[in-house]
């Protein structure tokens, strides 16, 4: 059973920065997938960044340019790193794992990449972000 610890939320002004931590129980699988998503008050909740074994990444449209998903796999933590926040980024922030690849669903358009919550299935507490 993984185990996912967020870190590093709180409250900043538009255009700060925060970074977001997420400390996982030792991974046994030479595949996987984690990602952060995030959940506004009365919304869905939606895929930020994702990435896999093998260290590609992928990004929602809101969020690239402005967010860095990395991992230090020594450690077994994942980070989220967002700059210039907005006020809209106000939100609980998820850490997600899955067994296996990623699977983005790409729009055309703008590759931007959003994912099903259904496929993870380990989940952390979250972390409150608030951007005023």
């Known amino acids: 059973h993984v185990q996912l610890v967020e870190s590093g939320g709180g409250s900043v002004q538009a255009g700060g920065t925060l970074r977001l931590s997420c400390a996982a129980s030792?991974?046994?699988?030479?595949?996987?997938?984690m990602g952060w998503f995030r959940q506004a008050p009365g919304k869905e909740r939606e895929g930020v960044a994702a990435i896999d074994s093998d260290g590609s990444t992928s990004y929602a449209d809101s969020v690239k340019g402005r967010f860095t998903i990395s991992e230090d796999v020594a450690k077994n933590t994942l980070y989220l790193q967002m700059n210039s926040l907005k006020p809209a980024g106000t939100a609980m922030y998820y850490c997600?794992?899955?067994?296996?690849?990623?699977?983005?669903?790409?729009?055309?358009?703008?590759?931007?990449?959003?994912?099903?919550?259904?496929?993870?299935?380990?989940w952390g507490q979250g972390t409150q972000v608030t951007v005023s």
């Open positions: 030792r991974y046994t699988y030479s595949s996987y997938c």
């Open positions: 997600a794992a899955r067994v296996g690849a990623c699977i983005p669903i790409f729009e055309p358009a703008t590759f931007g990449a959003s994912w099903l919550v259904d496929d993870f299935r380990y």
